[in-house]
């Protein structure tokens, strides 16, 4: 039986149940084009919905797509997430607490660039937590099993809040791409 070898790389660290590398700079860089795409995938189906549109077959499709893509944004942003976070540089209470870093930016560290990226973090969060309230009466209702979680009227205003955190998502998506992938 022939099997080849896998190379052996710093970054690269060995499963040992069965002995694949699941941790290499080109793997987390196929998380992150993935979940950028998802991203922009929901984001132009989420225009397409802000769009008055009288076919409603054709809104039916953007809203499957949107909430489709939106899914897979978060399937492929949790293991880039763990991948990308490996490093160690910062403790574990910096992603729940990021402001902890706001002293040592003024104190003139470079934590700028993480920081923002835990801003865009948290706010990839509040997106999918404000879509997951905003589907789940019309998950429930066509499931069988109607249900409201917000009062009356609720639902528009978490979907501006949806809209507007997603703005911000986008502005500190591209603030935090280091600059040589942008140009």
Do not use: C
Not at 69 to 81: A, E, Q
Not at 158 to 171: E, K, M, V
Request: aromatic share 12%; glycine share 6%; no cysteine.
């Amino acid at each position: 039986m022939n099997t080849t070898a896998i190379p052996k790389t710093k970054s690269a660290h060995r499963s040992r149940s069965s002995g694949l590398v699941w941790q290499t700079k080109a793997s987390s860089r196929h998380l992150l084009l993935a979940t950028v795409y998802s991203l922009g995938v929901a984001t132009a189906t989420g225009i397409v919905l802000m769009l008055p549109l009288k076919n409603e077959h054709v809104t039916l499709i953007a809203l499957v797509a949107h909430l489709v893509s939106g899914f897979l944004t978060l399937v492929f942003f949790l293991p880039f997430l763990l991948t990308h976070l490996k490093d160690g540089r910062e403790s574990v209470w910096s992603l729940f607490l990021p402001w902890r870093l706001l002293h040592r930016i003024y104190r003139g560290e470079t934590r700028y660039h993480r920081l923002l990226g835990y801003l865009l973090m948290w706010s990839l969060w509040i997106v999918f937590a404000s879509g997951l309230v905003i589907a789940a009466p019309a998950i429930a209702y066509l499931s069988g099993h109607p249900f409201t979680l917000l009062p009356y009227g609720g639902h528009s205003l978490l979907l501006w809040a949806h809209r507007g955190i997603t703005l911000l998502l986008l502005f500190f998506l591209i603030l935090h791409f280091p600059k040589k992938a942008l140009s």
